[in-house]
């Protein structure tokens, strides 16, 4: 049959303005996260990670927020910018396995 | 550019055909993981392998195989083709397993 589009959320925000993407992992076994960002054509790329023990992790411009008690994993990008715009994934590993699971990913649109 | 290649970039064929795509991992990668991005299913684990070995498994299906060679490149070969199986499919490499995996740019597999 007809394949249909991923249906993505979608976050636009203004140029300059701060972002935040939100994901909810499934397994609380899951002591590994990832986010990626993928660009039209492209394939994904790593941005940040974050372990179970930790709660905050930051980098340059990017901020990844981990609350364990509700299984919610958020990214936070400072003054967004045009070349920011792309989807967002959020991806768990859990202990002993080796594979990534992704979220269904979150469209960010930066407007100027 | 994240250090992994794979190749071809664009694949037509057409149904019933066999396919092969190849992945070369980043320098001193050891794990590589394969991935397959549709429009209605987003980024799905195929298999992993971890210095020459299967390492984990997930959504692949039987027509689909995948191999490592001792040179560390892996292979992936479709075969049977069918019009669902049209895709991106990318490939991963990681040192260990257990660390943050780097994409590459994915082939376009279009069955038509």
């Known amino acids: 049959g007809e394949s249909v589009g991923l249906h993505l959320p979608t976050l636009s925000v203004q140029e300059g303005d701060n972002s935040i993407i939100n994901c909810a992992y499934s397994?609380?076994?899951?002591?590994?996260f990832i986010w990626y960002k993928q660009e039209s054509g492209k394939g994904p790329q790593f941005i940040i990670d974050?372990?179970?023990?930790?709660d905050k992790r930051q980098g340059q411009r990017v901020t990844v927020l981990l609350n364990k008690t509700v299984k919610h994993l958020s990214l936070q990008i400072a003054a967004t910018q045009p070349g920011d715009s792309a989807v967002y994934f959020c991806?768990?590993?859990?202990?002993?396995?080796?594979?990534?699971?992704f979220g269904t990913g979150t469209q960010l649109k930066v407007e100027l | 550019d994240s250090g992994v290649t794979q190749t071809p970039k664009h694949l037509i064929t057409a149904t019933g055909q066999r396919v092969t795509l190849r992945c070369s991992p980043r320098?001193?990668?050891?794990?590589v993981y394969w991935y397959q991005q549709s429009l209605d299913q987003g980024l799905q684990f195929l298999i992993q392998y971890y210095n020459g070995e299967e390492r984990a498994k997930g959504n692949i299906l039987e027509r689909f195989s995948a191999q490592q060679f001792p040179d560390l490149h892996s292979e992936l070969n479709l075969s049977s083709l069918e019009l669902g199986d049209s895709a991106l499919y990318f490939c991963?490499?990681?040192?260990?397993?257990?660390?943050?995996?780097?994409f590459g740019q994915g082939t376009r597999l279009t069955v038509v």
């Open positions: 991963a490499s990681s040192h260990d397993g257990g660390t943050e995996a780097f």
């Open positions: 991806a768990e590993k859990t202990g002993g396995g080796n594979k990534l699971t």
């Open positions: 397994n609380s076994a899951s002591d590994y």
């Open positions: 320098s001193g990668d050891l794990s």
């Open positions: 974050i372990r179970s023990n930790m």
